[in-house]
């Protein structure tokens, strides 16, 4: 009686871990939209971030850090970027930014920025006339934008950029709010608390109007050494002069 009571118990843990495991990939599989739930190019850059550009983000203060995070930072270290974007239609690039960074209660935490998986949601993600790039993702919290900055022009012949570029990221939250969040990407968003337009018009976003963001973006950090061919998983063309 007594091994059958013992036999009882241990088919019933292993129901009960078989459940809790059940639930832990319900959970990865029902994720927030921007949440990737796969690694590679414009995807997830994986448990060694080994897909897309990395870079360190040096940030401008804690307190800002603390407001994108929306939790209270006390010495975060290793805070870091990486840029994993591909070609979607015509010079038109999106993908996932996530950026990564220690902390003494949490540990190691990544955030995912997704820009979206179609041309029309990345149509403002762009190379500009002056050779810069910026674009807008997005996560449950806010948006960020990206603006990278070749350090010396191309070579020409379509090489327009060199290879290694520095860059900024900026931030707006979305603030407290019960609203419901849009079905669209927010920066389709022309009214309310999920607005997270730069470059304002009344048909949308003039995403050649400027580099850097208006509209009460703020400063999150920057980087330098961000090598773009990996950045952009070889989908643009890049001075080969420092092809490290």
């Given at each position: 009686m007594?091994?059958?009571?013992?036999?009882?118990?241990?088919?019933?843990?292993?129901?009960?871990l078989?459940g809790?495991?059940?639930?832990?990939k319900?959970?990865?599989?029902?994720?927030?939209?921007?949440?990737p739930t796969?690694?590679?190019?414009?995807?997830?850059?994986?448990?060694?971030?080994?897909?897309?550009?990395?870079?360190?983000?040096?940030i401008?203060?804690?307190p800002?850090?603390s407001?994108?995070?929306t939790r209270?930072?006390?010495n975060p270290t290793?805070?870091?970027?990486?840029?994993?974007?591909?070609?979607y239609g015509?010079?038109?690039?999106g993908?996932?930014?996530?950026?990564?960074?220690y902390?003494n209660i949490?540990?190691?935490?990544?955030?995912?920025?997704?820009s979206?998986?179609?041309?029309r949601e990345?149509?403002?993600?762009?190379?500009?006339?002056?050779?810069?790039?910026?674009?807008?993702?997005?996560?449950?919290?806010g948006?960020l934008i990206?603006?990278?900055?070749?350090t010396?022009?191309?070579?020409?012949?379509g090489?327009?950029?060199?290879?290694?570029?520095?860059?900024?990221v900026w931030?707006k939250?979305?603030?407290l709010?019960y609203?419901?969040?849009?079905?669209?990407k927010?920066?389709?968003?022309?009214?309310?608390?999920?607005?997270?337009?730069?470059?304002?018009?009344?048909?949308?976003?003039e995403?050649?109007?400027?580099?850097?963001?208006d509209s009460?973006?703020?400063?999150l950090?920057?980087f330098?050494?961000?090598n773009?061919?990996k950045?952009?998983?070889?989908?643009i063309?890049?001075?080969e002069?420092?092809?490290?």
């Open positions: 007594k091994l059958y009571k013992n036999i009882l118990i241990v088919l019933t843990s292993l129901v009960i078989a809790c495991a059940s639930e832990k319900k959970k990865h599989e029902d994720a927030a939209p921007h949440i796969v690694s590679g190019p414009g995807q997830e850059p994986g448990d060694d971030w080994q897909w897309g550009g990395t870079a360190k983000l040096n401008q203060n804690i800002l850090f407001e994108y995070t209270p930072m006390n290793q805070i870091s970027i990486n840029v994993n974007l591909t070609k015509q010079d038109k690039y993908g996932y930014i996530t950026i990564g960074y902390d949490e540990g190691w935490t990544e955030g995912y920025f997704t979206g998986t179609t041309e990345v149509q403002y993600n762009v190379w500009l006339s002056n050779d810069d790039f910026h674009g807008f993702f997005q996560d449950d919290l948006a990206l603006v990278i900055t070749p010396k022009p191309g070579t020409g012949d090489q327009r950029v060199h290879n290694i570029a520095k860059g900024s931030f939250n979305f603030g709010t609203a419901p969040k849009p079905p669209t927010c920066w389709f968003v022309s009214l309310g608390p999920y607005d997270c337009r730069a470059w304002k018009t009344k048909r949308g976003v995403t050649e109007r400027a580099t850097d963001p009460g973006y703020r400063l950090g920057t330098n050494g961000l773009l061919k950045a952009f998983n070889n989908e063309e890049v001075s002069d420092n092809p490290n």
